[in-house]
C-alpha cells in the first residue's frame, strides 16, 4: 500500500416517508456557538501574543516560516443494523500542530496538551529542522479572506439525536421495502464540526468551521443461496435539511442501496481484457481522481516522481477532456472556504481540451515551483502538515447525449458505481473497483456485472476518450483520499464519457 | 490528569455513580518520532505525544462510546455526563455487555514487547541510517534516478484497559519501522517500489545494506514491463502478495463479518474450504510478532487459534459480542481503538510453512504468473469474488523471464483455496500477516 495513493467509498460497509418539520427547528446555529474569533480563542486558551510567542519559537532555529494549527473536532455517529439502534458515538479531540519551513524541508511536531509549556515545547521541536539560530522576523497579523461556502444552519452535531434517528429509520424502512430479497440493512449517520484557527510569521491568520456530514447504508439481499450486497452514501459540507432535498431523501438512499443489491443476484462474470467502456456520470470521477489528479499534485511534481512532471503544455488527453480541480462549489464534500495554510480555494484547470495547464499547490510547492498557490494546501488533522491535495475533480461536459454514447457501443461494458482506486503516480498506471456494471450488447444495457476491476495507464486511458455527454454530475458520496498516511475528504464528478479501451479485470475469456 | 491508572479509575467510578451498569475505558499514550529523508537531505521530521481515551458503557443492555484526547478533570466530566445521556438514545440488545467475568484475564507468558534502547538512539544516528540507506539503494544501478524518500518511524506506546468488573491491564509497547521507496527510469518510463523493516526492538530490525538491496532490486526488475495477454495460467504468489490473500481472508473470518453477513465464508464451519496442504493460524501470543500482546481489547487473555486446520474451517475470530450473537466460542480477538466499539481481528495471523523451496514452485509453472505486488480495490467479500489490478514476472518454463504490469488478475477466493497446489517454505514475519509463496493452478488474467 505504500506510496500508491488511493480513494474509497464506505462501500465495504451498507426509506422513510415523511419528514417531521417541527423537528428540524431543534438544531441550533454554530454560529452563535462557535463562529466568533474571541470564542475560538478562549476555546483554544490562547490568545494572539502568545500565539505569536510560539511562532518565534518555532521560528528561532532559522526556519523561513513558521506556522499554527489549533483544531477542536466534535464527531457523533449512530449506527442501525438489524432493526434496532445499535451504537451511538460522540467523540472530541483537539491539539495543536506546529510547523517549521526551512527551503522545502518540514519540521513538525503537535499536542493534544494546550497548556503554554506543552505548546512551547512542540514549537521548539519543530523549529529543529533548521540549525541557524538568528533574528525572527514575523509580520504583522493580517486576517485572511475566505470564502462562505457552507451554511452552518442546522448542523448535524448540534440536531438532536431523536432526529437522526428517524433518518436511519427512515433508510431501513425504504431498504427492507424495496424488496422481500433485502434480508440485511445497515445504516450509519456520521457527522463532525471542525474548528481550526490558523497564524503563521507571514501575518496570516483564520478562523474557520466546517461542518460535514454522510449518511451510508449498506444492504444484503439473498435469494436461494445466492448473496449479494448494496451500498449507498449521501452527505456532504450540509446541514441536516440536506436530507429533504430530492435525490437525497433517505428513501432515495436506502432504495438505491437495496436496488443495487437485488441487480447483483442475477450478476454474471465480467469479460476479461480490453473492452469499450462506458463510464457513467457522477461516481465514474474516480477515473479523473486517480488518472489524473493525483499526478497533478504538485509535490510529486517538484519531486519528479509523477509521470506528468515537467508535461505543461503538452497534450497528456484527447481533446474532448478538460478536467478541473474546484474547492469552491457550495456544500460539497471537498469544497473549503480557505486552505489549512490561508490561501483561498481556487478553481484550478488541471487539463484543458486535453492540453496539460498546471498542477495543484501547497504553499511549498507553490514557492519551489514559483508558481501561483491554488488553495490547495490541506492536512487530515492538527497532527499532519499540509501537503497538496484535491478537493473535487470533475470533467466538463460535452455535446453528445448520454443515449448516443451507450448505442455507439455493439460490445463493452458500462461502468455505474465504484467502491474506489488506487494509483501508481510513478508509472501511472491505475485501478478502479467497480460494484454495480452492465453489458453493452447492440447499443443497450444487458446482463449486471460481478464485482470487476479496470486497470489501465492515466495518460492513456485518457487519450482513449473518443465521446463526452452532456450530463456532468458531482457524486455526494463518502469520498475519502489517502495520501502520505493522511486522510482527506473529497468529492469528484464526470459525464457520461465514452473510452475506446480499458483492460478489464473478469474472469470470462 | 496524567496517572492512566488514576484516570481509569476515576472514569469507572464517575460513570457508575450516575446510574450505568457497566463499562470499560481504554488508554493509549503514544510517543511517535518520524524522520523522512530525500535525495540526501531531511524532508521531514515529526515529533509527537499524542493521547486519547475511550469510554464504553451499558445500561439496561444499551450501549455507548465516547472519545476525548483532553484529559482535563472538568473535560472528562462532562464527556461522562455526554455519554451517561446518549446511552439512552440504542435499542436494548441481549448481546450487549462486558465479558462474562470468568472470561477475564491476561497471558501467563513472557512475551517481549519493550524495547529499552528505544529511549538511547539519537536523531542524528538516525538520520545518519536513512542517509547511507538511501546512498547505498541510489547507487545499485545508474537506471536509479530518484528516490521517494528513506523513512524511518518509531514509537512507544502505554496502553491501559479497565472495567467495572475489576479487570485491569496495562501494556508497554515499542515498534520500529525503516523503509526506502526508489525510482528507476529507461525510456521515459519511471518504475517504482520499496521494501521496509519493521520490530519491536531496533536489534532485529534488518540491516540497512539488505533493505536497500531489495527495495534497488524490486524497483529495478519492474524496467521494460509490458501487459500480458489475456489467459488463464497458474499463479504463484510471492509472500507480499501472499499477505493481501491473507488480509481477505482476514476481512471474512471475523464474527462481524459473518453476522453481518458480509462474508463468502457464511455456513462453512467445520467444512473443508480448501486443499489438505492449507493451515491458517491467528496467534496473539507469538514471540516478537507485531500483533502479540498478553490481553485483548475486551480483556481477555491472547490465545493461539488454528482457524483453517488442513483445509477445514474450525473457527471464527470472536470478540464477545459477535460471540453471543452467533452462539460461538470467543477466540480472545477483540480488537478496537479508543473511538469505536470492539470488533474481532486477527493478530498475528499467517500460512503454515510448506516444504516446497520457492525455486522449485516456479520451476515447476510452465508458462505462468509469478506475481509480486497488488491492488488493494476489487474483491466482493460477500460472494468472495476476485479481481485485483497486479504486478509480477512472467514464469517461461519454469524460469522467471520478464516484467508484467497493467493486468488484473481474477478468480473466487473459495475456488482459489481449492486450487492451491504448493506451499513454498519461505515464511517469514515482516508485518502481523505473512504467508509463504504459494500457487494457485489456474487463476484468468486480463491483459492485452
Known sequence: MKRRDFIKTGAALGAGVIVLPHLWQACQSAKTLQGSVENMEALFGVTKEKMSELISVAISNGADRADLYFEYKISSSLKLEDDIIKDVSHGIVMGLGVRAVKGDQVGYAHTDDLDFDKMKDAAKAASFIANNPGKVNIAAINACKKLDLYSLDKLSVDCKLDQKIQLINQVNDAAKKYNSKITKATVTISDEMKQIMYMDSEGKYFTDVQPMVMMRARTIAEDGDKRQGGYSARGGRVGLNFYREPDNRPEDIGIEAAQIAVTNLDAVPAPAGPQIVVLGPSESGVLLHEAVGHGLEADFNRKGLSNYANKVGEKVASEHCTVIDSGIIPNLRGSINIDDEGNLPTESVLIENGILRGYMHDSISAKVMKAKPTGNGRRQSYKFPPIPRMTNTYMRGGNCEPEEIIKSVKYGVYAKRFGGGQVDITKGDFTFGVYEAYLIEDGKLTAPLKDVTLIGNGPEVMRNVTMVANDPTFSKGGWTCGKNGQRMQVSLGIPTVKVSEITVGGTKA | ?448
Not at chain 2, 458503557?57 to 450501549?63: A, I
Not at chain 2, 538511547?120 to 536509479?144: H, N, R, W
Not at chain 2, 519491536?200 to 539488505?210: A, N, T
Not at chain 2, 500483533?291 to 493461539?304: A, I, T, V
Request: proline share 3%.
Open chain 2, 1 to 448: 490528569m496524567n496517572d492512566l491508572k488514576v484516570i481509569s479509575e476515576y472514569i469507572i467510578k464517575e460513570t457508575l455513580k450516575n446510574g450505568v451498569d457497566q463499562v470499560d475505558v481504554l488508554i493509549v499514550n503514544n510517543t511517535n518520532t518520524k524522520i523522512t529523508v530525500r535525495l540526501g537531505q531531511i524532508e521531514e521530521l515529526k515529533q509527537a505525544n499524542p493521547k486519547s481515551l475511550g469510554i464504553r458503557v451499558f445500561k439496561d443492555k444499551r450501549k455507548a462510546l465516547t472519545y476525548t484526547s483532553d484529559f482535563r478533570k472538568d473535560s472528562l466530566q462532562k464527556l461522562i455526563k455526554r455519554t451517561v445521556e446518549i446511552v439512552k438514545v440504542t435499542s436494548s440488545d441481549e448481546y450487549n455487555g462486558l465479558p462474562e467475568h470468568n472470561l477475564l484475564g491476561i497471558a501467563n507468558v513472557d512475551l517481549p514487547q519493550f524495547d529499552q534502547k528505544i529511549e538511547s538512539i539519537s536523531a542524528d544516528k538516525k538520520i545518519k541510517m536513512l542517509k547511507e540507506m538511501e546512498k547505498t539503494g541510489m547507487a545499485k544501478d545508474p537506471l536509479i534516478t530518484n528516490s521517494d524518500g528513506a523513512v524511518w518511524s518509531d514509537s512507544r506506546s502505554h496502553v491501559v484497559l479497565a472495567n467495572s468488573e475489576g479487570f485491569f491491564g496495562e501494556q508497554h509497547y515499542t515498534s520500529y519501522s525503516i523503509s526506502l521507496s526508489l525510482v528507476a527510469e529507461k525510456n521515459n518510463v519511471k518504475q517504482t517500489d520499496y521494501w521496509f523493516s519493521g520490530s519491536r526492538y531496533f536489534d532485529r530490525l534488518d540491516p540497512i545494506e539488505k533493505i536497500a538491496d531489495v527495495a534497488a532490486q524490486r524497483t529495478l526488475r519492474k524496467i521494460g514491463g509490458i501487459k500480458p495477454k489475456t489467459q488463464k495460467v497458474p499463479v504463484v504468489f510471492d509472500p507480499i502478495a501472499g499477505r493481501d490473500f491473507l488480509n481477505i481472508l482476514a476481512q471474512t473470518l471475523i464474527g462481524d463479518a459473518i453476522y453481518s453477513k458480509n462474508s463468502f465464508l457464511i455456513d462453512k464451519l467445520n467444512e473443508k474450504i480448501a486443499v489438505d496442504q492449507m493451515t491458517i493460524i491467528d496467534d496473539g501470543l507469538l514471540k516478537y510478532g507485531l500483533g502479540s500482546r498478553l490481553f485483548d481489547d475486551e480483556g481477555l487473555p491472547s490465545r493461539k487459534n488454528i482457524i483453517i486446520d488442513k483445509g477445514v474451517l474450525k473457527t471464527y475470530l470472536c470478540d464477545c459480542y459477535s460471540a453471543r450473537k452467533l452462539g460461538h466460542p470467543t477466540t480472545g480477538s477483540a480488537s478496537r481503538g479508543v473511538s469505536s466499539n470492539p470488533s474481532s481481528s486477527t493478530s498475528n495471523f499467517y500460512m503454515q510453512n510448506g516444504t516446497i523451496p520457492p525455486k522449485e514452485i516456479i520451476a515447476s509453472v510452465k508458462n505462468g504468473l509469478y506475481l509480486t505486488s497488488v491492488d488493494w480495490v476489487g474483491v466482493n467479500y460477500v460472494t468472495g469474488d476476485y479481481s485485483r489490478g497486479a504486478t509480477g514476472i512472467w514464469i517461461k518454463d519454469g524460469k522467471l523471464t520478464y516484467p508484467v504490469q497493467e493486468f488484473t488478475v481474477a478468480s473466487n477466493m473459495l475456488e482459489m483455496m481449492q486450487n492451491i497446489s504448493m506451499i513454498g517454505n519461505d515464511l517469514e514475519f515482516r508485518t502481523g500477516k505473512a504467508a509463504p509463496t504459494f500457487k494457485i493452478d489456474e487463476m484468468m488474467i486480463g491483459g492485452s
